[in-house]
């Protein structure tokens, strides 16, 4: 079946720094590529998301990249606040089936 | 436009015991999944429910089962509970036409933090 790895699985920047967090993934049928943001008590909320017929996407200070050929997809934050403090989820779908998550990337923000 | 709801947030059970968790979709939503969040984990699937119908599973034990309703709530239950089903389980719904075209854009409810003894 599809297997998601994601790294980091720790990352602490200065605040106003960028962050970058990358996955890859075994299948390349998989044609969705969601990021997930998880704070303290909640679930997962997406906050970008990318289909495998882009190469890129941006919104406002995130930016999603796509190399299909590779089978890797990161998630970029660029000047960084506090608030982006959490756990980052990336996830792949495999047609047919269910989001397959990676194990997490905890993104501390420091000021 | 109301949110994905589950009940109850945390819960102690003791191992052998059985399990209801429930989950009330977002408006409009007609899917819904379940997934089992371990500590320090990613969320892994369990199976996903559409028109009242499992529609797809995860590599989960019969013990774990789930029903969805009419109004497109749903339950997931959990029999003779052992200790590493302590975890928090996260329901999520998604709009039945993306489901259905590849794209499964899933809205998470905040969970429910289960703890077995």
């Known amino acids: 079946g599809e297997n998601v790895e994601q790294h980091p699985s720790t990352l602490s920047v200065q605040e106003g720094d960028s962050a970058v967090i990358k996955c890859t993934y075994s299948d390349s049928a998989s044609n969705y590529f969601p990021w997930y943001k998880q704070e303290l008590g909640k679930g997962p909320q997406l906050i970008i998301d990318i289909r495998s017929n882009v190469g890129e996407k941006k919104d406002q200070r995130i930016a999603v990249t796509l190399n299909k050929t590779a089978k890797h997809f990161s998630l970029h934050i660029t000047e960084t606040q506090p608030e982006d403090s959490a756990v980052y989820f990336c996830?792949?779908?495999?047609?047919?089936?269910?989001?397959?998550f990676g194990k997490g990337t905890t993104l501390s923000v420091s000021s | 436009e109301t949110g994905v709801t589950q009940s109850p947030t945390h819960l102690i059970k003791t191992r052998g015991q059985q399990v209801t968790l429930r989950c009330s979709s977002q408006?409009?939503?007609?899917?819904v999944s379940w997934y089992q969040q371990a500590l320090g984990q990613g969320p892994q699937f369990i199976f996903q429910y559409y028109r009242e119908e499992e529609n797809g599973r995860g590599n989960f034990p019969p013990r774990f089962s789930g029903l969805q309703f009419p109004n497109y709530s749903s339950e997931l239950n959990v029999n003779a509970l052992e200790l590493d089903d302590s975890a928090l389980y996260l329901c999520?719904?998604?709009?039945?036409?993306?489901?259905?075209?590849?794209?499964?854009?899933?809205?998470f409810g905040a969970g429910s933090r289960l703890t077995v003894l």
């Open positions: 999520a719904s998604s709009p039945a036409a993306l489901a259905l075209s590849g794209a499964n854009v899933l809205t």
């Open positions: 996830a792949t779908l495999y047609p047919g089936t269910a989001l397959i």
């Open positions: 408006s409009g939503h007609n899917t």
